[in-house]
């Protein structure tokens, strides 16, 4: 039997390996489009800035070694043109020669990857994109000679292009046609990336776009010039169809090959996996593009098990993903508020900001964490948590309790490993899980920071339970000072109505909040205090 896979890298050479892996007698032709069938993609932009000195330490597998080991016949720089499905042959171009020829297979997988985005702009084919090894050559050699860069899109590649070309003594422009980076962050924790960038000597234009290319500059959609020595294009991908829509194959609503739960196209012979395919959601079971590795890497393996007989299915997706921002750590696993609110689920929000670990080991740094849960169910709907080492675990965490079906309150039940340099007694992920428990369970109401306004509008005061000085450094416009430990003797000095209570993380707003509701005061607590209004556009709002 002969298995063609169209595409190396993450699923495609996951396919080949595994396949043989479990079949001997298997005939596998991989056909890769590049020089490269085997790479380090996630690891591109480092070797951009210099953090991955040697390039080699990106190519993983060449054609020479994949034959030594698993007898899989590699050819690279051989592009397929066309497939026809009903003869099971595909066309391929040798593109060192031109030679043309033609092969039969019994079973097709087609793992082409993306494309990247590139906008129809004047120029824009000065703009570099990174999607493999040729691209990271070319970068490298255009890094070399520049002064100055402009980054286009500040999503997850283009956040990490603007950190390694810093790091190659650039002086860097990212532009970002929203007004954030990260779309998978909703913005108060985005502002928290937004400073980081800016104190490492990044300009962050939000807001607007590259409306032009020239020799050496980039003219904005607000009608700015910014020098720009070197351009990079990292706007996003989309998926590759080209090949599927030449054979017929059935694309899904988001634009990518859409398949079924064991990776099968419209036709049953040929298969798909990687960043051309859509996925399902796991909230909602939506049609979903997901472009990460591991998701490539396990379709990959799952579909050379349906291929080999031994059954298996694909999974519905989370977006679970991290990106390093300066040190500053950024990690998220389902929807934010943004999409909840855009789609109408109900939901609840929880902000927390603990140490990463214990505070009296020394290094302790403060990470900021979201967790969003159904109402009514407790399900855990998504989570974001940006700041210092161990970020990506606390998601990681949440993502797999996703996956186990737990509830945002059973989150406090986890036993977690625990040592003063690693975590808390306490650890983060227990404390989302009380804080859940306790908004369940009635102990507290909570406001969010783009509620604060309007309540007050209608008639709430601000109570900040802060001490004196913390209350001088900074607070909530209009707020009133009552510091906690001096609430119970201070009750006759607060104003009638609903209260509003703050603190700075959240924890003085939940003793205090439980002081005054059994007083029989209508009070909330600020979720996430002060330090969550004061990143968010709330906080913007009031300095304008």
Same mark, same amino acid.
């Given at each position: 039997m002969r298995t063609i896979i169209i595409g190396g890298v993450a699923g495609g050479m996951s396919a080949a390996t595994r396949l043989r892996r479990l079949d001997e007698s298997a005939e596998i032709i991989v056909l890769e489009r590049s020089g490269y069938v085997s790479f380090a993609n996630c690891g591109l932009p480092y070797h951009v800035g210099g953090v991955i000195e040697k390039r080699g330490a990106l190519l993983l597998q060449n054609p020479g070694s994949l034959k030594r080991r698993f007898g899989i016949d590699v050819r690279v720089r051989h592009e397929v043109t066309a497939i026809d499905p009903a003869a099971r042959e595909v066309s391929v171009t040798d593109l060192r020669t031109g030679a043309?020829?033609?092969?039969?297979?019994?079973?097709?997988?087609?793992?082409?990857?993306?494309?990247?985005?590139?906008?129809?702009?004047?120029?824009?084919? %000065?703009? /570099?994109?990174?999607?493999?090894? !040729?691209? *990271? @050559?070319?970068?490298? #050699?255009?890094?070399? =000679?520049?002064?100055? &860069?402009?980054?286009?899109?500040?999503?997850?590649?283009?956040?990490?292009?603007?950190?390694?070309?810093?790091? %190659?003594? /650039?002086?860097?422009?990212?532009? !970002?046609? *929203? @007004?954030?980076?990260? #779309?998978?962050?909703? =913005?108060?924790?985005? &502002?928290?990336?937004?400073?980081?960038?800016?104190e490492h000597g990044v300009t962050l234009v939000l807001g607007a776009s590259v409306s032009a290319i020239g020799a050496d500059t980039a003219t904005l959609s607000d009608g700015s010039v910014v020098q720009a020595d070197l351009v990079v294009a990292a706007i996003g991908v989309r998926p590759e169809t080209s090949l599927a829509l030449g054979a017929g194959l059935e694309l899904g609503p988001r634009g990518g090959i859409l398949v079924d739960d064991q990776l099968r196209t419209s036709d049953p012979a040929i298969y798909a996996v990687g960043d051309a395919v859509e996925k399902r959601d796991a909230l909602d079971d939506s049609q979903a593009l997901v472009p990460l590795a591991n998701t490539a890497n396990r379709q990959g393996r799952v579909v050379a098990d349906i291929i080999a007989g031994h059954g298996g299915s694909d999974r519905p997706v989370l977006g679970t993903a991290v990106v390093g921002v300066f040190g500053l750590t950024v990690a998220t696993t389902g929807w934010n508020e943004k999409r909840l609110r855009a789609a109408g689920t109900p939901y609840r929000a929880i902000h927390t900001h603990p140490a990463n670990h214990a505070g009296y080991y020394p290094g302790a740094e403060t990470i900021s964490i979201k967790l969003l849960f159904d109402p009514v169910t407790t399900r855990i709907l998504g989570a974001q948590a940006v700041g210092g080492a161990g970020a990506e675990k606390r998601i990681d965490v949440i993502a797999t309790a996703m996956a186990g079906g737990l509830t945002a309150p059973a989150l406090a039940d986890l036993e977690l490993a625990y040592a003063p340099q690693y975590s808390s007694a306490k650890d983060p992920v227990n404390m989302l899980g009380w804080v859940a428990r306790n908004m369940t369970e009635g102990l507290v109401n909570t406001v969010q920071w783009h509620e604060v306004a309007g309540r007050v509008a209608g008639g709430a005061t601000v109570v900040d339970v802060r001490t004196a000085p913390e209350y001088a450094a900074g607070h909530i416009p209009g707020s009133v000072n009552v510091p906690v430990d001096d609430l119970r003797g201070r009750l006759g000095d607060l104003p009638d109505g609903e209260l509003l209570v703050v603190c700075a993380v959240g924890i003085r707003g939940y003793l205090a909040a439980r002081t005054l509701a059994q007083q029989g005061r209508a009070v909330a607590n600020v979720d996430g205090g002060y330090l969550t209004w004061a990143a968010s556009p709330a906080a913007d709002a009031t300095r304008r």
């Open positions: 043309q020829s033609t092969l039969r297979y019994d079973a097709l997988v087609l793992s082409p990857g993306g494309r990247p985005v590139r906008p129809p702009i004047p120029g824009i084919e %000065r703009a /570099l994109s990174l999607r493999d090894i !040729e691209d *990271t @050559d070319a970068m490298v #050699a255009a890094v070399g =000679p520049a002064d100055t &860069a402009v980054v286009v899109g500040g999503g997850f590649i283009g956040v990490e292009m603007a950190e390694n070309l810093v790091h %190659r003594g /650039l002086r860097v422009t990212l532009v !970002e046609a *929203t @007004d954030q980076v990260m #779309a998978p962050l909703d =913005p108060e924790l985005a &502002a928290l990336v937004h400073t980081r960038l800016r």
